[in-house]
């Protein structure tokens, strides 16, 4: 019987061969130096054959400033603190390029896992090309038997994703350390039922961002002054869309913008808990960043089979007369039933289904123009016309593919402006 080697065992025999390799290498460094000590006593020796007083003058000012650099001073002293910040900041921007986006939590780390490596999609030749999804015939993918971790099988101990086809065991996913104890047990309460729950790889939209669009999204960052993995308050956002306003349009925000900059902070915090979480900011600062340099045909091949698959059963759901056509009223209709699974309390959910008109909503840092057909157009009034304009499937599916994107996020905040 053959013997199966699981994600673990593969990451630690990898870790091993690296770490010979360092060895390896470590050890050619230091029998180089070595070499060169060795030979540096050899020059020294023939040197003090031929000593005389300037050389010996030349050796005792050497000597004193060894000794005076030996000594730290006391600036070096007070910069050790402002190194080890850097150093923590450092550490959070190389987590952000590499799309964890936000540090594991500090558990017990000496039986924790290996957490995985993320690795960024890449645009493919065809990916603005339109893809044809056929209405009438549904995908219905299995989800995946063996846990996505350790590759085990336990039955009913596994929980699987809404939105992909991985499964996982909760204490796989707590030895993760990607999960805290209230979102686990909130996995465990919901992942069975008809809302779902979204793994770490789907909860996480900044993953959708290829490297370039990273980059794009890290400069506005750094220009803005903003420290990844910290939280915001409304202040602090005020003054980055303040901040990325001049830098783009030249001008400040109006009072009416700085109102709806401070509603979308109350959008990102339904909780009301006085600040925005990073994952949520960030999750809604890389939506922005998909609505500008990608076209509705590349976001409907970010979507999963089961997510192409809900999108059917709502279609349908409108379309009473079975004809493939509904409205652009029930268009949006069906576009706000994304959400439904958010709505935990009427108040925030007011919040949410406010519609903000402005760009300042749209994440003010990365949208551009925005021609009237897109889903993100603003208006305060539909005409009736509009509202019986037909909609195909095909347009559905296109118009609705960002708002399917942004309600993969198990957070109860709201990532981006739902259509008026």
Known sequence: MGVLMSKKQQVEKVQKCTAVVSAFQAGLKDRA??????????????????T??????TEDAVQEENDNSASPSTSQQASAPTRDECKVNQEAWSRLRDGKGVEPEDLDKTHQLTPPAFVRPKREPDDDQPIEVDLYKKEEPRSDEMCDVCEVWTADDLYPCRICTRV?????LRELGYLRAEALQEMRDTAHTVTGWSCYYCDNLNLLLT???????METFKQCKIIPESCLVSDELLQYRHFVSKQQFEKDLTDEQEEEVLAQFAALDPE????????????FESLAVLRKFRTENSLVRLLTAKERDTARSVFQGVDLDKDGVITRAECRQAQQSWFDKLKKDSQSCNVRLMGFCSPMNCGISHVGPICESSPASSGSERSKNDDSRPVTWADFLRESGIYILAARPNSSAMHIRLPL
């Open 272 to 283: 009301k808990k006085g600040h925005i979480e990073w994952s949520d900011f960030l999750y």
């Open 52 to 57: 005389n007083p300037d050389e010996k003058n």
């Open 211 to 217: 490297e370039e669009e990273m980059y794009s999204l």
């Open 168 to 172: 996982f065991h909760d204490g796989c």
């Open 33 to 50: 130096a070595t070499v060169k000590q060795a030979e540096g006593q050899v020059e020294e020796g023939e040197g003090h054959a031929k």
